[in-house]
């Protein structure tokens, strides 16, 4: 090759990618990115469904079943609702919105401290789009378990003579996305923040654990006595799954239009706080 002909090649290569050409171009979104690492998040659980999918379908039955075997009989109505048509929409919920919050959490926490996290972070993803992907894979672990615990559940209320009803299925469908939204974003949060296992456990056991079971998953809130009862009022998880209960039963404890409304802002809130821990690289970069 002749020597004079390499800055001929340079000017050239330079004008074309001056001109545009040889320049990848996605558009205001990276559909293709965003997707993979989706299907990566999917994949991840896929791989242990007995553990991540199957074990918590089976923990939630076990739970359904021992309270309304041990209690059902000699446990009152709930708001005029049976007790096992009140149990088991909570339970379901609960599902949701535990899986979802362990998914987003545990792939974070686990990609930080195995170092191959950069694996996330060097493809060309703006941080709203990690944020899509992180939290609509871990959704769908928490609708996946969910929709296969609503399906056993279903038909062990249907094996003991209580079939199991649907009133408004839009409230399921909206307390369930929610859920599975709120927890995921959570998620994503607490697995920035911990540095490792045993901080993202304390997270989980000291906001997350508490919020759930003292969100009237078993019992009536309106039976508790002051100060609980009025600081229930302020539990987004009571609303999570008053709502979603009441898509069953027909009969809600608190105010849907509260419902929809605190949820709708906790997605944004939490939504907004995961996009900015992204784009920052807070413990992410270090």
Known sequence: MDGADIP??????AANLQA????????????????????????RFMKVVTQTVVAP???TLLFLVVFTQAFGA????????????????????????????????????????????????????????LTVAFVAGAATRGLLVGAITAATSAGFMLAIGAPMQIGALWAILYFAFAAA??????????????????QLAAFSNFIITPLTFLSGTFY????LPEPFRTASQYNPVYYLIDGFRSGFTGQAEASLTVGVTMTMALMLIFGFACYWLLRSGYKLKD
């Open 220 to 223: 009536s809130v309106e039976r």
């Open 181 to 198: 939204t709120i927890f995921a974003m959570l998620g994503v949060i607490g697995g920035v923040l911990a540095e490792k296992f045993d």
């Open 57 to 59: 379908v089976i923990s």
């Open 20 to 43: 545009g050409f040889g320049v990848r171009r996605f558009g205001a979104v990276n559909w293709l990115g965003l997707w993979t690492l989706y299907l990566k998040e999917v994949r």
């Open 74 to 129: 000699s446990r009152p109505a709930v708001a005029g609702v049976p007790f096992v048509e009140f149990l088991a929409p909570g339970l379901i919920i609960m599902a949701v919105l535990t899986n979802a919050f362990t998914n987003s959490s545990s792939s974070l926490i686990i990609a930080k401290v195995q170092g191959s996290i950069v694996d996330v972070l060097m493809p060309p993803l703006s941080a709203a789009e």
């Open 8 to 13: 001929k090649k340079t000017n050239l290569a």
